[in-house]
């Protein structure tokens, strides 16, 4: 984090796990209920073997008996992306109609690769290798991050100006760039969360292979690392079975 006279540079969301309803034993406890079985205590082992049997053969609904509350802090580019995620997910974000917005702005960190080394059809990111792909690296990082925040300063300056005004916050914010960050609570299930990571996370391992733009993947290994924590075993058989949802 910097600050450059009035703003404040970010290069990372910021998400959080606020609340959660749901273990992977109720998952399994979802499943049984259609044969009636009645398992009280559950055993490692047998769940494990279900929820593998759920996720191979896309029995999906027992997934659903849980939710996951996150705080999520990303770049305005990044919830354009993340809203398409339409089935399964609640979202509430920051209105710049009702509130100031913070001035929080996104810049390329030097992990960020800023090249696409293979076509417009089918892009190739990665970060420079060698001596002379590391130096322009270093190069175009300074060209970014010097007009990434030449305007925001300009534009957040022109937004201050109109508040200071007297003109409404529903009108100023239009000349805030969507590098400029915003905050939302997204609820979602373990089912609608795997189709979210199974689309939002590249791994060249996966069943069917997905290759997101980068500020949208920050989020999304952030929000996986808190779902491996709440749900271990519906995660392990998630991967076991190529990252693709049930
Ligand atoms: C790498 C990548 C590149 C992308 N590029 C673009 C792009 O260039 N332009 C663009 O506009 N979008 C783009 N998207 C967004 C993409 O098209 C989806 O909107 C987004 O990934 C959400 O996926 P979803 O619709 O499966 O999710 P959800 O909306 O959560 O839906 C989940 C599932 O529910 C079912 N479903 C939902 N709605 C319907 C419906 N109306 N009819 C039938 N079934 C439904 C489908 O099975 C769907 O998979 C891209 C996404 C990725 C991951």
Redesign the pocket.
Known sequence: MQTVSDITILDEPEVDLIDYMGTDADICDAARVSTNANVTISDIAKDRGLINYLMEHKHGSPFEHNSMKFYVKAPIFVFR?FH??????SYNEMSGRYTELPADFYVPSLKRPLVNFGTSARPEYRLPQGEEEINEHARLHMIVNTDFIDVYTFAWEKYKHMLSEGIAKEVARDVLPVGIYSQMYVTCNAR?LM??LS??IEDLSARYP????YEIQQVALKMEELFKNQFPITYAMFIKNGRVAP
């Open positions: 992306e398409r995620h339409r089935i399964g997910f609608s189709h979210f689309l939002r997905s290759h997101p733009l």
